[in-house]
């Protein structure tokens, strides 16, 4: 309860709803009058905008989707669909100066039907870079232009989206790119990540391995880059997207603020020249269309989980966004058509209105300014690996319970990005737990004075767990980290408190450091990325099946592979029973054992100790490595379903089934299955989240043993393998007959006509997922938008036809996932 209590103030004072001074955070202002609007210029225009003439801004049409990212590319359902301002129409982009004195408005770059976004103004003050998107394409790229409109010269090129470009010190340019190839683990667009390129646009290579956006880089007063990151590591999707920083060559990758508090878009943020201070976006929620949010400041001096460090500026106010500070006392920011001018009290007014038509974007001043300091790489790029030092794996925060002495090892892991992906959920990945698949890497050895250091390979997000003597998981990390090429970083502990420093009181050089680094020690003759089908169900089938089948339903669990409309029937009962405790798209920095083997009772049962069940060594490793790979179901994204596969799972069950059944249901079962005991026709979903312990993880999973979906879900009620055994027939029939009886003997027998239009029912919906080639199925293939992104991305060859031609998904995926693994360059590569 203590625990809620503070997350719900927590959430209260990020997204604004509670004042600065309730919160306790930086002293807010006393409230005052309104000041005139006059008086608000007159105070900027002798003071910060005293020598400043003019601005540069975008205009652009507004885009459809609701995300803030969601602005780039086409949906992975339909290449035609666009995603980008004005959603494929012609748009109303402009590149504009405007002169704060005379208010005179000269259009730099008419866009003609194209899009223009992200003006950034150089040191010199006398070029501007954005990113374009020419009338009749569809991608953005970088282009460079003088103050005077002349001179408009072209970056970069190709295929792939550049945009929310920055000029570093040192004269390359760092950007968010789309060259990634990746998708939104849960939504229907592509993902930006952090690249770096020379002045010119030459030699492109990401500075980032973010499998989800990276967004509004900027440069720091230290030389170091602040940007937005959100990802979701075996926790929920909708509330980690704040601030991070690091160097300008993707080394110190670290938090800024806020990894440890849920909700809340912190975007488009800035230093405040002079301070240690920053201002920025707060989009609440899950972030709001164009980046719209309260504008916020925040102190660094306070570390990245203070609360405290955060003062709103105008609670009350239009939402804004684009934020550019001059002082602690002079801001503007982009609302709607305007650009407003604010003071450190949140007052504010409106400064120039744009015309139209299209609305006004990434208001910035035109002049020159000093280079912060260029810091130099600490990445070493003829090296393939990185090295990570963990100073004592017991400092940290939430760990409860945790001897010293009882963390052995580290278990390494990989979060895997997308090469598709159509859905806001998890589709077949797996059961509301985790939105991708990881990849086991091995292990790492942890010290008796709970150091660790370890070589990684650079360039991917990894993450890890810690182990016990037996190999049972102990803390689990949900988040992912990453090093350069020969970079060494380093922890202070298991998601220890950030306003401490490795070595910090200790008396001796960690154990750990004493020796070279250590290897990952793979686990040889397994599969490193997990499939339920492949490698769990055969586990089941020799010692499990025998009493959990429909023939002999013990527990009233199948563990049978026969697949419903989704998942195999025992994939469902053992992550819905809670056999196996996954992220639960729940918060993150989840209490010890409670997640992973050590809170999965399916490992206990199968010791021996469970009527006998004892598996082999071998049989022990495969099950223990896909629980704490995350216990997916698909092994492989081609088994994620475009809207018509899932259309059919979900309508195969509603149109030959549940239509039917309702008719019987009146005549047959209503007088049993009521609202405790609904049938699927009349569940109401809106019910089980009332008792959701995070109302705003969407999709938290709340399934008990006792929850009606557990046994009245169509994921179990139907077998869509072996139709005849579907639950839905034996539970009413009787037992002479075959059935179950469990809900009395109301088909007396197979004969009976109601029972025969049930069984059809289920025919149908079997033939429905076969002719779709749903995975789990026999039949199954990829569907097409898979096949076109492996074409796009060169793994498939452009020929190919997947209607006449064989395809491994499985090593077409390990193909698409090693285009990110970093090769060291070879003599006389750059």
Known sequence: MVRAAVTAILWAVLTGLVGAAASGGEKAPPKAPQKATKAILDQALAGPLKTIDEFVFATRSRYDDGHWYANIGYYCEDENAKAYAGNGKPDTGKLCKWNLRTGQLAVLLDAQGGSVRDPQVHYDGRKILFSYRKAGTDCFNLYEIGTDGARLTQLTSGRYDDYEPTYLPDGDILFVSTRCRRWVSCWKTHVGIMHRCGPDGGNIRPVSCNIEHDNTPWVLPDGRILYTRWEYVDRSQMEFH????????????????????????????????????????????HGVNEHAGRIAVLTAARGPDDPSAVRILANNAPLAHDPYAFSEDCFIAAQGNKIILMDGAGNSQALYTYPGPGNLHEPRPIMARPREPVLAGRSTLSKAAGYMLLDDVYRGRNLPGVQRGEIKKLLVLEVLPKPVNFSGGMDLTSFLGSFNLERVLGTVPVEDDGSAYFEVPAGRPVFFVALDKDDLSVKRMQSFTTVMPGENEGCVGCHEQRVTAPLEQRQQRPLAMRRAPSPLQPFAGFPSVLDFNRDIQPILDQHCVSCHSPQKREGKVLFTGDIGPHWSHSYFSLIASGQVADGRNGLGDQPPRTIGSSASALLKKLDGSHYEAKLSARQQRMLWLWIESGAPYAGTYAGLRNAKAEATGHGAAGTHVFGPLKEVFGRRCSQCHGPQRPLPHNYDEKERKKDCPHPTAVYERIITKDDPQLRYSPAILLNLTRPELSALLLAPLARKSGGWESCGAVFKDTGDGDYQKLLAGIKAAQAAIQAEGQFGTPQFKPNHQYVREMKRFGILPAAFDAGKEPIDVYATDEKYWHLFWYAPPQDGQQ
Do not use: R
């Open 242 to 285: 704040h601030l991070w920083a690091m160097f300008p060559d993707g080394t110190g990758q670290t938090v800024f603020y806020g990894n440890e508090h849920p909700g809340t878009v912190m975007i488009d943020a800035k230093p405040i020249p002079g301070t240690d201070k920053i201002v920025a976006s707060f989009s609440p929620g």
